[in-house]
């Protein structure tokens, strides 16, 4: 049965995205701002995080309120820090240059150093993090072995105050001491 669910919808609507609570997350590459090139999550490897990932560099103030709050909310934990991931459409490449040079006029060295860039299907994580609107965020909170613990998709700012206070407590709860990324994380 599950071989016919699997086939059907690679027939009709591509293919299905795996949910990611509880599961690694699946590889992706890309590159820091910084020029860095970037793996998650193996640059992951014994660090709490939580992914601000968004689709459109319209997405950008969305990202950054979230990025701020569970900055503000872990502060001091040691082991525990924010990434913002800017996922765009492989063939999306002509814009390229653009994105990324708003994207480092908007931000401070430190930030870019926190900062990704990645070509990926959109369409296909689109579908793993349930992402439902244009110009939304959604964060990913993954644990010290790179596993999701939490995806959260607010709507508005008291529901993104309330996830990102979950998001943090949870946090405090994975954090593991762990040898610091390659990167300089």
């Known amino acids: 049965m599950i071989r016919w669910l699997t086939l059907a919808g690679l027939l009709f609507g591509g293919a299905i995205g795996a949910p990611l609570l509880g599961d690694k997350l699946p590889h992706l590459q890309g590159d820091y701002l910084t020029g860095a ?5 193996e640059d992951l490897r014994g660090k709490v995080a939580l992914l601000i990932v968004t689709f459109s560099d319209g997405a950008l103030a969305n990202a950054r309120k979230w990025k701020s709050a569970f900055d503000e909310k872990t502060a001091g934990q040691p082991g525990v820090f924010s ?80 996830q990102v206070a979950r ?15 390659p990167h300089g994380l």
């Not at 959109?122 to 999701?148: M, S, T, Y």
């Open 167 to 181: 998001a943090a407590e949870t946090a405090r709860t994975l954090r593991k001491p762990g040898k610091k990324p």
């Open 37 to 41: 090139r970037a793996e998650l999550p």
């Open 83 to 162: 990434l913002e991931v800017f996922l765009l459409n492989p063939e999306n490449r002509v814009a390229r240059a653009l994105i990324l040079t708003k994207l480092r006029h908007t931000m401070t060295r430190r930030e870019e150093r926190r900062t990704i860039v990645a070509f990926a299907p959109e369409d296909e994580w689109k579908r793993r993090l349930g992402f439902w609107a244009e110009n939304a965020a959604c964060a990913v909170l993954l644990d010290a072995a790179g596993a999701v613990r939490g995806v959260y998709r607010a709507t508005g700012p008291d529901q993104r105050a309330a």
